[in-house]
């Protein structure tokens, strides 16, 4: 049994100091090395002490912090891109079609309170596995033979802060990491010249890496098209020397500390130091070409762009791909006003007008370029929302629910053209399949090779997991 | 101790350490794998689903079936045995938990269909169970070095005595003699130029540890110079006298005490609401006071737990208790209560008190009654709305005019609170017929008829919908003092006369009803009852009982400012206590419908907070906008002149006791779970017998029994912690938790061998619980002042490679306070300002002072200090990571704020010279590495740097020319958003705070800069060796 197998809350078998007086346990070592770690790859620290960091697969090569490392199982994703639809999507109005529903529109429905309201969107069959899609995800809808779409999820709290937290992190209130930085700290990152893991935008919380250390953090990009590039990455270009004058001033420097390492011992993370230097260098051209949609053709930029004018998802998207392409393992995108408590004729319908283009194009993207295998792509919210209308006097809106929500994903090693779970005949909650969030975390961590019992991570003295105690694997989403 | 279960434990200690736990004679052995199933998936299962009512330790064995141990549950009940084991579908148990035959366990809910596999994988498995009845685990865990009583070991007999300066050398010397090692050289040998090196080499070292900043080139040469014996001695005297002394080690300890400036609530997650404390640097501002005036340990805490409780403790010291208020803030006040827990725990006790909410604590003897009551303690006390002023001059200048200032913003902020009433109120009278149908309709309507014509009214009338949904929906309500009588109007059908009669004007409508409604409605004579006809009886009495003249002076409803000033309508329901039971309060209660009278009173601004949970989102978004409120905090926060307020708890004048929550969940409502009485932990309690505490909440008592030298945990944890500082790791690793998961310390005689010491009184030459003389203790000993360098004893690097033996000095990175403060310091632009409101240290124009008065939002913590490993403010936590990024790289290469560093440390005197005259420029590389590095070059240094020089300096015209467009372009995005950033109009609340100052300006450097740039990018600017 290997330190990573160990699960929280419970007698550690091997590392636990009462077997081992006196020496340092496993995962004391491991935390050790974690804590003083290399924010990239290629370089060796763990071998100086003979161990690898994860030991994820009894000691494969030795590795920086964010060099690529199998998972424990081979993966059926590289990269993920995960499109938050913050304030809770309803629905019977997205993914779940409920003529029940619709028949009973304004009666008293049973087991609910208030009056049912009927989707006022219709569905219509797509593709070949004839999934109903509703007519506001006309572009997604193309794609449904590639998505799979889970409709019993649920929520505990259906609070937009708690479970926001609850989607990324898997708890309500404890400060935990979040789903990104696990995949980071688990499988490392392809790229080393950007980050692992990038937030598009969205809320603190949602990148958060907590107790694990900081280079697991999503880094924060606040993507504007509009905005100039260098605003986008701090302190990624300098508005005072050239890349040349950069060059001889780094030079210098790793002439002075290789004569200072002659006088000391050798030290992994004085090396490290040095590498960081050569790929902050090579990042500041890298980053910038990451973010610069210009240089992508017009016709992919329109395609991005198609029905979703308004807001920034398309340029988002585009950047997502952009990033992922060059080896970022974990891209977030938040695409918020899914909180539709009235007029959702209106609300409804513009918030799907804002993804529903851009997320067509980023499949059709993906496929034409041979990532969508390699890719998985998850859309959903917090939780979901009542099939019953809302108090409202300015059109008829529905109230938050939390035993119903939807999701979809698509690509990297998920079946697609199906639906998964069922709610009961109006969609208020779900029934058959019931699906935690944990489950859902459990299946897209095994999705990137990783068993979500054993990514963990000792912070006081407890190995911590994402899914906690809980988490099933839904083998039925997985090709 | 008694002794046979002590041999219990020595038993399973033994056969533990053949990786198989053995639980007692006659039980067989269970695996790992078993046994980590067991606890994580079929435990939980029994406990929370069985043993309520299958538990003789509960009291309960129904059907005869007790499931507390492995014997007892394999014996099965009356029916018999309930399970075979291996084979799950023979088990009738399994058949129960299915709720396939008549017997259905557990009886009111089925167990998750996860749950019954659980079962019957652990049937398959043959049912492994490692409860043998008996309390071995509890008493393991207390048998852990860190809960015994601290000794004072001697110091052992080594060889090499005149190697050790003092007896911690002992402790450590033993140890590397014993594997025939060899400590690193000391500082006082080889060659003049060696001697140098080292003695360089130490002083930084002394500087980093003690004061966080480096050492300047005279002070650097003073001490090389210095061959008096006590040379190191006297400059650690002088730096433990330093006021920059406090500002290092409270920053440490800030990390300890999870400091932050913000609440991180939840609910402020997406910043809907003021989010910060204004005074919690007040809690930052007395840790730095205490610590350089040297507080004894013990003093410092107590001071931190209960201040307002030590006998004649002067005022200052009340902002000690922030230690408990500064944490992060959730929804649920239990999460609030917990986060002081478990800083109390982890912070002074090295315990993970936190792990005992749910259960009993699983590695250490923390029993969940241990939690609760320490909850209980916390749970007496409550925060006042202001906290005492403990500072400022209320007579100065700045004072009265942030007072002035204070005023105008409160003024502000609250009449828009008072307008926005208003004018809601006004908007309601104005339509109240149809804003009471429409409401009335809207509100859980029975058919779509009623919620289609609720919409018809409300857009042929243009209702404002969410005064609707937000404000009067939440007043529909029979019994409401306002709406409660039409409402009745409406739904009373049956033998109506008579029911009006009695609800309205009977006693029970006189108590609960306005009573200038109930006058209206008498005289109104025949009583509608249709939703439109009620609505417009409504709007006649609105109209006629509610005119803006009625109770208040003329033109004072006409503008809310004025009001405010004149004595209005407003300002008399802002004072509850001018109101309750006035004649006034009926003709008040209308005039401020649809809002309930206490929401006109008294108002703040944390009431104006929690607002948008009373009354929607809509409604307080558009409050935010228009109050300007979070200009308050924003000032408080900014200012600096005026009173500075301590952070304080006060005991309830009724202490209680915390009720014990089933698995950490709160007790549902009508059960009547066990409370317990509020004490110290048991463990740590003499004789495992703690008395309850019977001052107030018992927060002096909790304290006292912390700071206490025979306990056995606080001082050994501070110990290690200080030791931690100065060698780069701890004697035992984990400083935040001592318990159980901790391991053994590397040197334990050596660990008890200082705590005894550190508590211990000697007079005048050494205080009881002073950090000053351990800190010197530790620096003078010979272990701290060996080289880093291991190069010349590569069988020790084999032997040791993590130098747990601390044969040679660790090489360390500089954390990201000092080395921030050491670039300011090096540049010679370091503001000494101490204490006072936090400043920005991540942007533009940037702040000057030393990085422990950054301002740290604790949902948001910049990427900047994310990325140099800053402590995360959520919790505890004492030891940071040391990671290696790219982004550091960036930062040195590409921030302005490295830049203003290269140029002013070129503008200095020692190097100015140098670059204005050629001749001198020897004198200049040799004063650029004595800034920078704090230390001389050797020869081949020097000629690298010569040889930059020169190189750039021939490409320095086309250098220039290539960065000027770029540079002037990145000035004027610069001058724009810094424009947008001191405009407080836009302060939504969102923004961090802005510095006064100068943008650094956008041009290329001199050569000059180029290489103090280049110097800064080196390993050694950042590694302490």
Not at chain 2, 780 to 807: H, K, P, V
Not at chain 2, 891 to 906: C, Q
Request: proline share 7%.
């Amino acid at each position: 049994m290997t330190p990573s197998d160990r699960n929280p809350c419970t007698f550690g078998a091997d590392s636990s100091p009462l077997l081992h007086p006196g020496s340092i346990s496993a995962a004391s070592r491991r935390d050790f090395l974690i804590r003083n770690g290399i924010g990239f790859g290629g370089l060796s620290l763990a071998s100086l002490f003979g161990l690898n960091p994860f030991d994820l697969q009894g000691g494969s090569a030795p590795v920086g912090m964010l060099s690529p490392k199998a998972g424990h199982f081979p993966a059926k994703t590289k990269a993920v891109i995960q499109i938050f639809a913050a304030g809770a999507p309803s629905t019977v109005d997205t993914w779940d079609p409920k003529p029940e529903l619709t028949k009973n529109d304004g009666k008293k429905i049973p087991g609910y309170e208030g009056l049912a309201l009927g989707s006022p969107f219709k569905f219509e069959k797509k593709g070949k596995s004839g999934v109903e899609v509703s007519e506001i995800f006309a572009e997604l809808g193309n794609h449904v033979d590639e998505m799979a779409i889970i409709r019993s999820l649920y929520a505990e709290i259906p609070d937009h802060n708690i479970a926001s937290k609850v989607l990324m992190t898997g708890s309500p209130q404890l400060n935990k990491p979040c789903l990104g930085s696990w995949s980071v700290y688990g499988l490392g990152t392809v790229n080393q010249n950007l980050p692992g893991f990038i937030s598009l935008g969205g809320p603190a919380a949602v990148r958060q890496a907590a107790f694990l250390p900081g280079i697991y953090q999503g880094c924060n990009v606040n993507y504007d098209p509009q905005a100039p590039l260098k605003q986008i990455l701090p302190n990624i270009t300098s508005q005072f020397s050239t890349a040349d004058r950069q060059r001889e001033q780094i030079d210098l420097a790793k002439e002075l500390n290789s004569m200072h390492a002659a006088q000391l011992q050798k030290d992994a993370q004085l090396e490290a130091r040095i590498q960081a230097f050569e790929i902050a260098f090579k990042m500041q051209q890298e980053a910038m070409d990451a973010f610069d949609i210009s240089k992508e053709p017009q016709s992919i930029r329109d395609m991005y762009q198609k029905g979703g004018g308004k807001g920034k998802a398309g340029a988002k998207l585009l950047v997502a791909r952009r990033l992922i392409e060059r080896g970022v393992r974990f891209v977030q995108v938040t695409v918020p006003n899914w909180d539709t408590h009235f007029d959702i004729a209106n609300t409804i319908r513009e918030a799907a007008e804002t993804i529903d283009g851009p997320a067509a194009a980023l499949l059709t993207d993906l496929k034409q370029r041979g990532l969508l295998d390699s890719t998985l792509v998850i859309w959903g919210g917090e939780f979901g929302r009542t099939p019953t209308a809302a108090a409202s006097t300015n059109g008829p809106g529905r109230d938050h629910n939390g035993r119903a929500m939807c999701a979809w994903m698509a690509g990297g090693g998920v079946r697609g053209g199906i639906t998964y779970g069922a709610t009961d005949e109006f969609g208020g909650r779900a029934v058959e399949n019931k699906m935690h969030v944990h489950d859902l975390h459990a299946t897209i961590l095994a999705l990137m090779g990783l068993d979500h019992t054993r990514l963990t991570y000792n912070y006081n003295g407890r190995d911590f997991r994402l899914t906690d105690n809980f988490g099933t694997v839904v083998k039925d989403l997985i090709a | 101790m008694h002794t046979s279960r002590f041999w219990v434990r020595s038993f399973a200690i033994f056969f533990a350490s053949v990786s198989t736990w053995v639980w007692g004679a006659g039980t067989p052995p269970i695996s790992d794998v078993d046994l980590q199933f067991f606890e994580n998936e079929v435990r939980p299962i029994l406990v929370e689903h069985c043993q309520e009512c299958h538990s003789s330790l509960k009291g309960k064995v129904k059907g005869g079936l007790d499931m507390d141990n492995r014997e007892s549950l394999l014996k099965g009940g009356e029916k018999g045995p309930v399970f075979k084991a291996g084979d799950p579908s023979g088990s009738s148990m399994i058949k129960a938990v299915e709720w396939l035959d008549d017997l259905q366990m557990p009886p009111k809910t089925k167990l998750s269909a996860l749950q019954i596999t659980t079962l019957k994988e652990w049937i398959t498995r043959g049912a492994p169970d490692p409860r043998d009845g008996t309390a071995v685990s509890r008493l393991t865990k207390a048998d852990h070095w860190a809960f015994q009583a601290v000794t004072r070991p001697a110091p052992p007999a080594v060889k090499n005595n005149a190697w050790c300066k003092n007896s911690i050398d002992k402790f450590i010397l033993a140890k590397l003699e014993e594997k025939e090692m060899l400590p690193a050289e000391p500082p006082d040998t080889g060659t003049d130029e060696q001697r140098r090196t080292k003695k360089e080499a130490l002083l930084r070292r002394a500087y980093f540890d003690l004061i966080g900043v480096p050492p300047k080139p005279e002070q650097i040469k003073e001490f090389v110079n210095n061959v008096s014996p006590n040379a190191f001695e006297q400059v650690v005297d002088t730096l433990l006298e330093s006021p920059a002394y406090g500002e290092r080690w409270a920053r440490h300890w800030l990390d300890t005490a999870r400091y932050s400036d913000t609440t991180g609530l939840v609910a402020a997650n997406l910043r809907g609401k003021e989010y910060r404390y204004p005074y919690a640097y007040s809690y930052r501002d007395w840790v730095i006071s205490a610590i350089n005036a040297d507080m004894p340990y013990d003093q410092f805490i107590l001071n931190q737990l209960a201040a307002d409780k030590i006998p004649q403790n002067p005022k200052k010291n009340l902002a000690a208790l922030g230690f408990l208020t500064v944490g992060q803030r959730f929804k649920n006040d239990d999460d609030v209560l917990n986060d002081r827990i478990d800083v109390v725990g982890r912070g002074f006790l090295g315990l993970t008190l936190g792990c005992a909410r749910c259960h009993d604590h699983k590695f250490d003897p923390i029993k969940q009654a241990d939690y609760y009551a320490l909850k209980g303690i916390f749970k007496s006390t409550s925060e006042p709305k202001d906290g005492p002023v403990i500072a400022g001059d209320p007579n100065s200048k700045e004072f009265q005019d942030f007072s002035r200032k204070l005023e105008a913003l409160e003024k502000k902020a609250y009449s828009a609170f008072y307008q926005m009433q208003r004018e809601s109120s006004e908007e309601l009278r104005k339509k109240a017929a149809a804003y009471f149908e429409a409401s009335y309709l809207s509100f859980k309507p029975a058919d779509a008829e009623t919620s289609k014509r609720a919409q018809s009214i409300s857009s042929a009338q243009k209702l404002k919908d969410y005064l609707i949904v937000d404000v009067i929906h939440r007043r529909i309500d029979p019994r409401d003092p306002i709406l409660g009588p039409f409402i009745q109007l409406v739904t009373t059908k049956e033998n109506r006369d008579q029911a009006l009669q009695e609800n309205l004007f009977g006693k029970t409508g006189a108590a609960r009803f306005n009573p200038i409604v109930l006058e209206f409605l008498r005289s109104a004579g025949p009583l509608p009852n249709q939703v439109d006809t009620v609505g417009a009886l409504f709007e006649k009495m609105m109209r006629e009982k509610v005119t803006p003249a009625a109770g208040t002076p003329a033109n004072s409803v006409a503008d809310p400012v004025k009001d405010l000033e004149h004595g209005g309508i407003y300002k008399i329901i802002a004072n509850p206590k001018t109101i309750a039971g006035s004649p006034q309060q009926p003709l008040m209660e209308l005039a401020v419908f649809p809002f309930p009278l206490v929401v006109g009173s008294e108002v703040s601004l944390s009431k104006m907070n929690g607002f948008q949970g009373k009354f929607g989102q809509r409604y307080s978004n558009e409050l935010v906008k228009r109050s300007g409120m979070y200009q308050i905090n924003e000032m408080k926060l900014t200012s600096g002149s005026g009173p500075v307020r301590a952070m304080v708890l006060e005991d309830l004048p009724t202490p209680i006791e915390s009720p014990i929550y089933p698995r950490g969940n709160m007790p549902e409502k009508g059960s009547r779970p066990a409370t317990v009485p509020r004490r110290f932990i048991e463990v740590l309690s003499e004789g495992h017998t703690p008395t309850p505490f019977k001052d107030g909440s018992g927060r002096y008592e909790l304290a006292q029994a912390i700071a206490s030298k025979t306990n056995p945990l606080t001082a050994r944890v501070m110990v290690n912690r200080v030791w931690m500082y100065h060698f780069g790791e701890g004697l035992v690793r984990t400083p935040d938790d001592l318990g159980n998961q901790a391991g053994k310390p590397s040197h334990p005689e050596l660990l008890d061998y200082l705590t005894s010491w550190f508590t211990e009184d000697y007079g005048e030459t050494k205080p009881a619980w002073s950090l000053k003389a351990l800190h010197k203790a530790i620096m003078l000993s010979s272990t701290y002042q060996q080289s880093s360098s291991s190069l010349l004893i590569q069988r020790q690097q084999q032997i040791d490679a993590g130098n747990t033996l601390l044969w040679h000095t660790n090489v360390r990175r500089l954390d990201f306070e000092s080395f921030r403060d050491s670039l300011l310091s090096m540049a010679g632009i370091l503001d000494p300002v101490m204490f006072g409101p936090p400043v920005n240290l991540v942007s533009e124009p940037y702040s000057f002072r030393r990085s422990i008065y950054g301002y740290i939002d604790r949902l948001d913590v910049p990427d900047l200090m994310t990325q140099f490993d800053m402590a995360a403010p959520l919790e505890p936590n004492t030891r940071r990571s040391t990671t290696i990024v790219p982004q550091q790289a960036l930062f040195l290469m590409n921030s302005p704020f490295a830049i203003a560093i290269a140029k002013n440390v070129v503008r200095r005197s020692e190097v100015i010279k140098a670059v204005t005259n050629q001749k001198d420029a020897r004198s200049g590389v040799i004063a650029v590495f004595q800034i920078v590095l704090q230390r001389t070059p050797s020869k081949p240094e020097f000629d690298l740097a010569m040889k930059f020089l020169q190189s750039t300096a021939r490409k320095q015209a086309e250098e220039a020319a290539a960065i000027a467009p770029i540079a002037a372009a990145g000035q004027k995005e610069a001058e724009a958003q810094l424009k947008k950033d001191q405009n407080i109009a836009n302060d939504d609340g969102k923004k961090a705070i802005v510095n006064h100052g100068d943008l650094v300006a956008r041009v290329s450097l001199t050569p000059w800069e180029a290489l103090v740039q280049a110097l800064m990018f080196s390993n050694e600017a950042s590694y302490l060796n």
